[in-house]
């Protein structure tokens, strides 16, 4: 921070188990990956490249060096393994894991229909070789997996190698941990957190009221993914109490009570137009 203020609750510094912020970058240019390191790179740990992008993007090797030098850790997304695993290339995908120098990859199955028992053993695999992160949750509207079974795979995720199991909300935020419209499936959330621990999942969170939702429910340190570039900034003022929605969640109690706004003061005037 640029100046001290009472009151700001602790984030940990990087590189950090705990508070995880992960960019989803959809094509960004090398130009604008640099403008992002230089705003956002201190509260960005890990950097997506969404979906299938990195086989289409230009100068992806520079991309990832910046990233990297940045202290960020960048990933190809999970459809690019799935884009893989479906053409039995799985092999081929550890080689470019190798060739790119990553130290991350995603396994995840939410565009194919895969056994669990050969994801376990693609995490086991690539765990061998790298950081593993798993998502859990389809990405095809109307699957419906109950709560109990997303506990299961994660659980078993966690304890076949995964760092962190990554709770699939797609980069709409209207699938998988969420309803339709975007609000958090409540039910579900409160199931998966009351059994496992929040530490080990990264929750896609890529609308701000989800984030809100998240920050308040958890705290500061919650992992939350799927974040804009130019959205990781007002994320780390919201973990920090220096946005509206967490303006008074860190406050001495006995402030909170006496600072926060009231109108009850005032008279009601009835203005006639």
Known sequence: MNFKLPY??????KPRKNGLTMMMDKGLSVREAEDFIESSGAYTDFVKLGFGTSAITNRLEDKLKLYREANIRPYFGGTLFEAFAIRNRVDDYRKLVDKYGLDLVEVSDGSMSMDHN????????LATQATVLSEVGSKQRGVFIPANAWVSMMKAELEAGSYKVIAEARESGTIGIYNSDGSANESLIST????????DILWEAPDGKQQVWFVKLFGPNVNLGNIAPNIVVPLECLRLGLRGDTFFDYLPREEQNQKQKSYDHIPYLDFQI
């Not at 700001?8 to 510094?13: A, C, F, S, V």
């Not at 998966?192 to 530490?199: H, M, R, Y």
């Open 8 to 13: 700001i609750p602790d984030r940990p510094e």
């Open 118 to 125: 050969d994801k376990l053993e693609y995490i086991r695999t």
């Open 192 to 199: 998966i957190s009351s059994q496992l621990d929040v530490s």
